[in-house]
C-alpha cells in the first residue's frame, strides 16, 4: 500500500487519478493505512474498490477518514471487510452526505450496523441519489428499519442490483421492501434476501414483486423459512412467467416451517386478478 501511494503521489499533489481498485488479497489493516495518503490527495476520485482484503476496525476507520475529501464518487465497493461502527459513523456522518453523483454503493459485510446503515439511506434519500446497485448485507439490518429502506427504494428509477443477504427483515420487512419495488419504477434484476428469516407470510408480496418485474433475473431467497407450500408457490408463477431459472436454489431454506401459509391459502384469488 505504501509504495502504491508514494508511486502515485510521485507525479504531485493532488494526484489526478479517478479510479482506484484493490480487491481479494491481505492488505489488511496494516497495508490499509498506508493507502490513506493517496485517498486524501486524490479529490477526482470516482471508482475505489477496496474489499475482502481482511481490513480491521483500524484500517476501516482510517479509510472513511480519508475519503472524506472524495467529494465526486459513483461507484463505491468496501464490502467484505469488518470495518464496523466507528467508520460507519463516519460514512454516515462525513462522507455520504452530498454525494449526489454515486451510483453504485456496497458495504456489504462491513459491519457498519444498522444505525448507520439507516442514516446513510436518509442521506441518499434527502439528496435524491438514484442507484443502481445497492448492498448492505451482513449489517444487522431489522425488520424495525425496513421501511427506511422502502422509502429509498419507491423513488428509485435506476436500481437494478439490491443485495441485503444476512439481515434480519423477516416477512414484515421483506413484506415492505417487495411492496417498495413494486411501487417504484426501476427495472430490479437482482434481488438477494438470503438468510433474513422470511416465512410464508412474504409469499403474497414475492408473488406480486415477480408480476410485476419483469426485468427481474435472479431472485435468492434461500436459507428462510419459507413452507413448501410458499416455495412451490413462487416456483410456479415463475414458471407461469417463462422465468424457471430466475430463482436461486433452495437447499438451506426451512420448507418444513407452516407458519404464514394461512395467507398463501387466499393467494389464487391475488393470482387470478394480478394475471387480469
Known sequence: GKLISEYILSNGKPSKIEKFQIFNNCLTSAGAITLCPLFEHSPLLADIRVSSTRISREGGEAIATAIITCRNLVNVDFSDNSFGEDAGAIFEEKVFPGQKKLKKLD??????????????????????????????????????????FASYIK????????????????????????DALVESKCAI??????????????????????????????????????????????????????KDDC??????????????????????????????
Do not use: W
Open 155 to 178: 423513488k428509485c428509477c435506476a436500481l437494478k442490483v439490491l443485495n441485503l443477504e444476512g439481515n434480519e427483515l423477516k416477512s414484515k420487512g421483506a413484506t415492505q421492501i417487495c
Open 189 to 242: 434484476e437482482t434481488i438477494n434476501l438470503y438468510n433474513n428469516e422470511i416465512t410464508a407470510h412474504a409469499v403474497p408480496a414475492l408473488v406480486k414483486l415477480i408480476r410485476s418485474k419483469p426485468s427481474l433475473k435472479k431472485l435468492n431467497l434461500d436459507a428462510n423459512s419459507i413452507s413448501a407450500k410458499g416455495v412451490k408457490v413462487i416456483k410456479d408463477t415463475l414458471k407461469e412467467l417463462n
Open 107 to 148: 458495504l456489504s459485510g462491513t459491519g457498519i450496523g444498522e444505525k448507520h446503515c439507516v442514516g446513510i439511506l436518509k442521506s441518499l434519500v434527502n439528496d435524491e441519489v438514484d442507484l443502481e446497485f445497492l448492498g448492505m448485507s451482513e449489517n444487522d439490518i431489522t425488520s424495525e428499519n425496513a421501511s427506511v
Open 247 to 276: 430463482l436461486d436454489e433452495m437447499d438451506m431454506n426451512d420448507d418444513e416451517n407452516e407458519e404464514g401459509e394461512d395467507d398463501i391459502d387466499g393467494l389464487t384469488k391475488m393470482l387470478k386478478d394480478l394475471s387480469t
